[in-house]
Structures are given as C-alpha cells and as structure tokens.
C-alpha cells in the first residue's frame, strides 16, 4: 500500500515537472524525425520511459535536459529502422519541362511532412521548425543531427551530449561543426522569409487566395519571386524559377475559374501561411486536394509545397468534404 502511495505521489511529481515541456519535446522529436506522426509515436515513448524512470532520476541534469536526452535516443532507435524522409528538390534536379506531367516518386519514398505550429510561438522557435529547415536537417547523419538539435536548439551541455549520445566531449564538437557547415549550405536564410504579421503579407495572401480560386496567372505572377519553387509530394516532380512554376500551374493546375476553393488554416503548419484547397466533385461539393504551406520574403512567395495528400486535412481540424461549393468573390 505504502509502495503504491509512493508510486502515484512520483507519477504527480513527474507530470507536474514533465507536462509542461511536452510540446518542446515534440518540437524536438519533430525536427529529428521529420514526421508529425512519427513524432508524436516518439514523445509517448519518451513519457513512458520517463514516467518509469523518473524514480531513479538523480538530478544531476535538470528534467528538461533529461527529457531531451531520452526523446533523442528514443528518435535515433527510430531512425535506425525506417527510411529517410525528403522533399523532392532532395531527389533530383528541378523539372526543365513544365509542359509534362508530374511524375510520382518511387514505392518506399518517405516525405517530410507538416505540423500544426500555433504562430504565437516565439520567433526563433518558428524558424526552427520551418519546413525548409526541417528538410535541410534531414540531410545530416542521425547523430549529427542529434548533435546540432541538443547543443544549438536545446542547449544542452556538450558533457551532458557525450553521456546522452555514448560520445567523447571531442567527438561531439566535431560532429556540432560538420553538422553546423552542412546546415549553412542545406538551411534558408530567415532574412528572407517574413514574419505571418509583417505589413503587406496578409495583402499578399490574399491575392495567393484569390489567383488559385479565379485561376488567375496574372495575379499570381506579381506574387511570386523569381526564384519560387514549387514543391508536390508525393510527386518526385519540382519546378525552380517563376516562368517554369507558371507555366506548370497554367497548363496542368489553374485551367479555369471555379475549380478550386482555398481556406486559410489555423493553427498553420510550421508556423509558414497555409491553406487547405479543395477541389470541385461531379456532385457540387469541394473534396479535400492538398494543403499548401508557402514562405513569404521580402520579393514576394519563394517557396509553396502542395502536399497532395488529403489524409493531413484532419491533423489541422480541416473538414474532408465542403458542403457546396461558394460563389467566388465579386
């Protein structure tokens, strides 16, 4: 009896001190795994294990670091038993020929996916979790990535990086500059992106909107940076440059007005402005089609990624199925 009392009193101590941190550990999890799901699947492991091991914690690092040292090892025994995850400018060159279709990627590839981020999220915590960013970390060696999220994003210790990792102090400070100089080339520049309340963004947004759902190519050519790329998963198919990312949508996406309806969705994915499109069905109703996360800079939208992949609209509390189709706008 006394043993079960102590039992429940430690599990109240450690969700009392552990609760809080969840979504930090998520974020973490997330940036190593690149996959909400995956993610998530790591943080209920790292809980467990925590929960189970929280009576033999000695305190020698604080519950936050601890935290992360057991997500982290949780996350590598992931990585170690499935395949890396992209977007598809990491398979190959941009497609010179807007006028073909867009090719699927093999059986077996794995994708980074979005993850719903509340924009109040400070702002150095929303350019860790940028999608471009994420992808650009998934280019580093599991350990090195483990590495650069504990020693620049967590700020854990190097000492405290070696014991969690089965690493010398020296190997970790080599892997933090391999993995820093591979980031620097792979990582976008915040400067950049805008902030989601930056003047003229919302503006621009807008016009994002209104171009899909009037299939509007002039409006969306004043939007666009010259050097937008546009990115579809699961498509292999990508397009770098605003005449090529044009010239797709006009021939295979925006043929006509009406066709589609395009939401904003709150919370967004990555802390990025997104949208949910749907797609006119033969009964008059709009069907989920993808959810579309863009970076906005200075010189208009550089980055859109369609996800054509109507099973996330349910992540990000997005209806499947519109009931009818709306007037378009006067």
């Keep these: 009896m006394v043993g079960d009392v102590g039992a429940m009193a430690g599990a109240a101590v450690f969700a009392q001190v552990a ?15 690149g996959s909400a799901a995956d993610a998530e699947d790591a943080v209920q492991e790292t809980y467990l294990r925590g929960w189970q091991g929280f009576g033999r914690f000695e305190g020698r690092s604080s519950v936050r670091t601890w935290l992360h ?16 995850r992209f977007l598809p400018a990491a398979l190959g060159d941009p497609e010179p020929d807007w006028h073909r279709p867009a090719r699927p990627a093999g059986d077996g590839t794995a994708w980074v996916g979005p993850i719903p981020v509340d924009p109040a999220e400070e702002a150095a915590a929303r350019q860790g979790i940028r999608l471009a960013f994420i992808a650009a970390l998934q280019h580093l060696p599991a350990r090195q990535r483990a590495v650069l999220l504990l020693r620049d994003v ?9 014991a969690a990792l089965g690493m010398t102090t020296i190997a970790v400070n080599s892997a933090l500059l391999r993995a820093r100089e591979r980031i620097s ?17 919302t ?9 899909f759902e009037r299939a509007d190519i002039g409006a969306l ?14 498509h292999a198919t990508w397009f770098a440059g605003r005449d090529r990312v044009l010239g797709f949508l006009t021939v295979r996406v925006l043929r006509e007005p009406g066709l589609f309806a395009v939401r904003p969705v709150f919370p967004p994915a990555n802390g990025q402005p997104t949208f949910a499109m749907y797609a006119r069905e033969p009964d008059g109703r709009l069907g ?15 980055r859109i990624h369609i996800f054509l992949q109507p099973e996330l609209f349910p992540i990000f509390g997005q209806p499947v199925i519109l009931a009818a189709a709306p007037d378009l706008p006067g």
């Excluded at 550990?25 to 997330?30: E, P, S, V």
Aim: with cysteine; glycine share 6%.
């Design 185 to 201: 080339r792979e990582a976008p520049d915040a400067a950049e992106m805008r902030e989601p309340d930056s003047p003229g963004l």
């Design 221 to 234: 050519t004043r939007i666009l940076h010259e050097d937008v790329t546009l990115e579809m998963p699961p």
């Design 19 to 33: 609760g809080p941190l969840r979504r930090e550990i998520l974020a973490h999890c997330y940036r190593m795994l």
């Design 288 to 302: 989920a089609h993808a959810l579309h996360v863009v970076d906005a800079g200075p010189g208009g939208i550089r």
């Design 69 to 84: 040292q057991i997500a982290t090892n949780v996350c590598l025994r992931q990585l170690e038993q499935r395949a890396r």
């Design 203 to 211: 503006a621009q947004l807008s016009r994002y909107v209104e171009a």
């Design 154 to 162: 967590a700020q854990v210790p190097a000492g405290e990086v070696a």
